[in-house]
């Protein structure tokens, strides 16, 4: 019985399931985004997330700690450098799962598993001034639309 079992094992032992999330999140840190299937990305979040929390304190004991997860220099720089600065102010949420459909093979649930902040299509950059609903008692009297009305109503008094 799998009571009180929290994460997915994809069916791996211990060894097999950690080399796979430290290959996936070396790859989602340095490509920014990847392809694979919805269990794979769900467990993935899961495994990177906390990397990225402890890369905004860049500390000794912080990069050797996630060293012993990711085991690449490249990575962790990467995730210290350019990473770090861009979720400084990020509270969590620093992965977007998006899905796109089934494989044709096996017809496995496919994803986009991405980094938040390194997407400009849907990031936010302007938000729209907040517009508000009045009455319209005020636009009723506003001078600009009684202007118009009050030339002509002096025309047609000088017509006569």
Do not use: W
Not at 130 to 140: E, L, Y
């Amino acid at each position: 019985m799998r009571h009180n079992k929290k994460f997915n094992h994809l069916s791996r032992t211990a060894s097999h399931r950690a080399a796979m999330l430290s290959n996936k999140a070396v790859s989602l840190i340095m490509h920014k985004r990847i392809t694979t299937t919805v269990a794979k990305a769900k467990a993935l979040k899961k495994y990177v997330e906390p990397m990225i929390t402890r890369s905004k304190e860049d500390t000794t004991n912080a990069r050797r700690v996630v060293f012993s997860y990711l085991q690449d220099k490249q990575a962790i720089t990467e995730l210290f450098g350019t990473i770090s600065a861009k979720v400084a102010d990020r509270p969590g949420g620093y992965t977007r799962i998006i899905k796109t459909g089934n494989r044709p093979s096996d017809n496995a649930p496919m994803c986009f598993i991405e980094l938040v902040d390194f997407n400009e299509n849907m990031a936010k950059t302007a938000k729209k001034a907040k517009r508000t609903r009045r009455s319209g008692k005020k636009a009723a009297e506003a001078p600009v639309a009684e202007a118009p009305a009050v030339e002509a109503a002096e025309e047609t008094a000088s017509a006569e």
